[in-house]
Structure formats: structure tokens, C-alpha cells
């Protein structure tokens, strides 16, 4: 995630409905989204995340919390993993997907690698650092012997704006 005032937050074009592909995760998205509003309280950028088993229910959530604990990896999709593997009892999280409002960035697409996470759905591009589509796409370079599905553009709009209203009070 690059500092407030550097980031670019592209929505992707107005999504077709319906949607199946994205419609699917709509309501964990906005999950996601009150997960992310939790940031704020600390001056954090709010971005979440939630990491969904095999059976859809939540066995990680976090958000982004930087300011919070000083810890320069403490983004939303990190402690989320975090939460789901102690949870789970292993670091492998295969069969379980990440939903973040946020595209992930170069550290988070490679937890996202390294966990082994089947899926990775996200709202909001970050045209600036993302790396999971954008800017670089981590998660899916065929040099890497693992690579989940990625479901972009999941409430892209919502989760954007959510973003630009918090960079607006820190002007
Ligand atoms: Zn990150």
C-alpha cells in the first residue's frame, strides 16, 4: 500500500449485471468493507480482508493497522492470513480464498503465493502498487509453481470510494 496522497485507485468499468463471476461475492465484500472501516479509527488507510475456508465461512479477518502497531507489514491481507493459519494450525490455506477491498500489493501477492490460497477476490485497482493485476501480477507469473484464481473488481466502485473519502479528511 503506498502513502496517503500516492495512490491511484482505479474502479474497473461498470460491471455487466448480472455478474456471476463477481456477483458471487458481493455479500463477503461488504464484510470486507465494514472490516476496512475499523482502520480508520487509527488513522489507518481502511483497507480489509477476510479469508474464507473451503466451506465459505470467515477463518481470518483483519485491516490494515500500520499506524496502529508501527508495523510496516501490517496490512489488512497479512493479518488476515495470519488469523486463518493459527486458526487452521498450519501455514498452508489451500482451499481458502482472500477477500480484500483492495488490490494487494507486491508483499501481500507473495503471502498470497506462499499461503497457497486458492483464490484471491479484490474490489479497488491500485494502479500504483498493485500487484495482483496492475502494477505487477505476482500471483499469477508462470515462474511460480503456484498460482490462485483472481476475481478482480469485486464492488470496485464501493471500495474505492471508501478509500477517497478517507484520503478527503486528510487533506
Ligand atoms: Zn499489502
Request: proline share 7%; aromatic share 4%.
Amino acid at each position: 500500500m503506498p502513502d496517503t496522497g500516492a495512490m491511484q485507485i482505479a474502479p474497473l468499468p461498470a460491471p455487466v449485471r448480472p455478474d456471476p463471476v463477481r456477483d458471487r461475492w458481493t455479500d463477503r465484500m461488504r464484510l470486507a468493507i465494514a472490516e476496512a472501516a475499523l482502520a480508520t479509527a487509527t488513522g489507518d488507510v481502511p483497507v480489509g480482508a477476510l479469508v474464507l475456508g473451503p466451506d465459505g465461512t470467515v477463518i481470518g479477518r483483519g485491516h490494515n493497522e500500520r499506524e496502529a502497531i508501527g508495523d510496516p507489514t501490517a496490512h489488512a491481507e497479512m493479518v488476515a492470513i495470519r488469523q486463518a493459519a493459527e486458526k487452521v494450525g498450519e501455514w498452508r490455506l489451500g482451499g481458502c480464498t482472500l477477500v480484500v477491498t483492495l488490490e494487494p500489493c507486491t508483499m501481500c501477492a507473495g503471502a498470497i503465493v506462499l499461503s497457497r490460497l486458492d483464490r484471491v477476490v479484490y474490489g479497488a485497482l491500485d494502479e500504483k502498487a498493485g500487484a495482483t493485476g496492475s502494477l505487477f501480477d505476482v500471483v499469477r507469473d508462470r515462474r511460480l509453481n503456484h498460482r490462485p484464481e483472481v476475481i478482480p473488481g469485486v464492488l470496485a466502485e464501493e471500495c474505492a470510494e471508501q478509500l477517497r473519502a478517507f484520503f478527503d479528511t486528510q487533506r
